[in-house]
């Protein structure tokens, strides 16, 4: 087996890498990669002239996205992951391949949904949500004109977070850590996580396992905490103690806006912004049993963060060659 992780340089796919000791990999990104530069060849999926796909490869694992909150402009979303995504399958066709793995998101589903399971409706309340619904209805489209011994794997995972990640988790969890928190709303919202080490075992296993038909699985690490239970795991590993103020929701969205007000005024992106602070109080909980019912992950939820946090914050590692941002 032979495999082309497209998006390898990043924070999932060099993860992905280091696990896939016995397969032999090939990495097409549009950054270097930090670890592996020696199997990378640069390229970006919205050209379709820089995806080079080799006789050898018998699967692809399309990671490549544009994912941020803030992304400009707005097109570069469906430039990115819905044009970019049909020419990885244009390619794809020319070499041969008949197996992907496709990471989406369970942005398609919008927020304060009541634990979506894979058939529930799309409602994205974002491009980013909307643009990878288009990027899937794409690929289905792909795989029902021409079915025959073709594998699909549509992932679509819940927040990732992990070892040398710097998004939208680690900043929660630094400023947890700083002693400085204070809870936006109730926090009795439940957040579902995923931990990337369970990520990469996933997608490494539906590698071996390479059935062919179509296959769509949420994925999220269970059980689900909620913000209050979060603050507490943080507050026993990192020994620290939290306030019990709380802010209302309102005021905490005021707060937002007046944070899109300076960055507009100013052009300079903040860590706050009303979208953050909405997603921040909504619940994010979704239903993983599909999933659960044919892998087992390596790590707990709990686990995941225990190892986040001794990375990052009790025994934080120095020689890290790159942090890779969301």
């Known amino acids: 087996m032979s495999v082309l992780i497209i998006g390898g340089s990043g924070f999932v796919g060099s993860r992905l890498i280091s696990e896939l000791d016995n397969i032999k990999c090939e990495n097409l990104d549009k950054n270097k990669s930090p670890f ?3 199997i990378t060849t640069i390229g970006n999926i919205t050209n ?9 490869i018998s699967s692809v694992v399309l990671l490549a996205a544009e994912h941020r909150d803030d992304v400009s402009p707005i097109s570069l979303y469906y430039d990115v992951n819905v044009e970019g995504t049909k020419n990885v399958l244009k390619a794809m066709d020319l070499a041969g391949v008949k197996n992907l793995i496709f990471t989406s998101s369970v942005a398609i589903y919008g927020l304060n949904k009541i634990n979506p399971d894979e058939d529930h409706v799309e409602d994205s309340f974002n491009h980013y949500g909307k643009s990878k619904w288009e990027a899937e209805l794409v690929i289905k489209q792909w795989y029902e004109n021409d079915p025959k011994n073709k594998s699909v794997t549509i992932l679509r995972p819940t927040v990732i977070f ?47 396992v390479s059935q062919d038909g179509y296959y769509v699985f949420n994925y999220a690490d269970k059980p689900d905490f909620s913000m209050n239970e979060l603050t507490q795991v943080i507050e026993k590993k990192l020994n620290i103690k939290l306030t019990k103020l709380k802010i209302p ?4 969205m005021i707060g937002g806006y007046c944070f899109d007000i300076v960055s507009f005024i100013f052009r300079k992106k903040t860590l706050i912004s009303s979208v953050r602070v909405k997603k921040f109080c909504a619940t994010t909980q979704y239903n993983a049993s599909k999933v659960n ?7 707990t939820l709990k686990e995941g963060l225990n190892r986040t946090l001794d990375n990052e914050f009790v025994n934080p590692k120095q020689d890290d060659i790159l942090f890779f941002s969301e």
């Open 249 to 252: 929701y309102l005021f905490g």
């Open 48 to 56: 379709f002239n820089e995806i080079k796909i080799s006789e050898s």
């Open 162 to 208: 992990g070892e040398r990640n710097r998004g939208n988790v680690y900043n929660l969890l630094k400023q947890i850590s700083s002693g400085r928190f204070i809870m936006i709303g109730k926090g009795v919202n439940k957040k579902s996580m995923a931990y990337v080490g369970n990520i990469v075992a996933f997608i490494s296993n539906r590698l071996e």
């Open 293 to 299: 019912n044919v892998f087992n992950p390596p790590f």
């Open 36 to 38: 592996y530069p020696k």
